[in-house]
């Protein structure tokens, strides 16, 4: 099976703008989740999605936002963009959102924000 | 609230050595434990997790991990450190949401580097 996989692997922006994320989940996955990854905070859940419902939201101002399509791809927006983005975005999938289930991740998305 | 801790920023071995990367958590409920490792510039790959049984977990690569109840504590281990392990590894335990145990969401260490010397 493929793995996860994100979309794109690198992005620059600048401040003020807003950018958006993909990921595709491992095939017959249906949950979803969205991380950030950083070397002063470590890594910091954003939210998790099961059948194109937000389930559980991680603490991060309303610019951060995601949303799940009936075929378990998911994409995460972040608006007005700061430079405190820049991160490693990591989406991770799992067959259910059970809480025994693995999660596996995709090799992230490098956002820059100058 | 769920929590876990990784004492150690960074562990040096010798290749050939045993390894361990130390791992304590404090959760209320039943504790699911995972472990990742990181290498540069990629995703977290799954090592192995804990869910319940047999307290000494096996996993991908030769890596193990001994879960004790006593001790929080659920340390990763393998008998013979090879160069190629030279990682980021991350210990996670799932977080209980709304009073239920069902939530995909992880709370992690802050990750141990783990550097193996030939």
């Known amino acids: 099976k493929a793995g996860v996989t994100q979309t794109p692997r690198y992005l620059i922006k600048t401040r003020g703008q807003q950018v958006t994320l993909s990921c595709s989940p491992i095939s017959g996955h249906r949950s979803v989740s969205w991380y950030q990854q950083t070397p002063g905070q470590g890594l910091q859940f954003l939210f998790e999605y099961f059948s194109e419902t937000q389930r559980n939201k991680g603490n991060f101002p309303g610019r951060f936002s995601g949303r799940q399509f009936s075929n378990s791809r998911s994409e995460m927006n972040v608006s007005t963009l700061e430079l405190g983005d820049s991160a490693l975005y990591l989406c991770a999938s799992s067959s259910h959102y059970a809480s025994t289930d693995t999660q596996y991740f995709g090799p992230g998305t490098r956002l820059t924000v100058l | 609230a769920q929590s876990v801790a990784q004492p150690e920023d960074q562990v040096n071995v010798a290749e050939g050595n045993p390894l361990t990367v130390k791992c304590t958590y404090s959760?209320?409920?039943?504790?699911?434990l995972f472990w990742y490792v990181q290498y540069p510039n990629r995703g977290l790959q799954f090592l192995l997790k804990?869910?319940?049984?047999?307290?000494l977990v096996k996993g991908s690569y030769g890596f193990e991990a001994e879960f004790n109840k006593s001790q929080t504590s659920f340390h990763l281990k393998k008998p013979s450190a090879l160069v190629s392990d030279s990682a980021l590894y991350f210990c996670?335990?799932?977080?209980?949401?709304?009073?239920?145990?069902?939530?995909?969401?992880?709370?992690f260490g802050q990750g141990t580097t783990l550097q193996v010397k030939p």
């Open positions: 959760v209320s409920g039943n504790p699911y």
């Open positions: 804990y869910i319940t049984g047999d307290n």
């Open positions: 996670a335990v799932r977080d209980s949401f709304l009073g239920s145990s069902n939530t995909g969401k992880l709370i």
